[in-house]
């Protein structure tokens, strides 16, 4: 039974680790990530181009940007359903461990 508990608790702890992680505000691992920075100078890039060249070197980076956010919000709703699922997972734990703790008391 004391083996149940603490896994039980195992699990949580593991649930917050994993929570505060996603919370984090530090964004020290970012170059791990994404990659370092290696942009060009964006007047480099603009040099010699008419309103047009400009328009669309923003075209292409816009579309850059949104394959990005869309492949970032496709990856967001995978964890997100994951999290959900290792949380129900946990609750039925949970009350399995409290169901045999009631028999266990009784016997």
Known sequence: ???RKDMVANLRS?????ASAFNMSNF?????????ESKPDAMSRTVGLDNSGLVAEQDEDLEKLEETVVSTKHIALAVNE????????I??????VD???SRLRVK
């Open 28 to 36: 020290a691992n970012r170059d791990s990530l994404l990659g370092p």
């Open 82 to 89: 994951e999290l959900d699922l290792q949380t129900r997972l």
């Open 91 to 96: 609750d039925d734990l949970d009350q399995h």
């Open 99 to 101: 169901v045999s703790d």
């Open 1 to 3: 039974m004391n083996r």
């Open 14 to 18: 593991k649930v917050n680790q994993m």
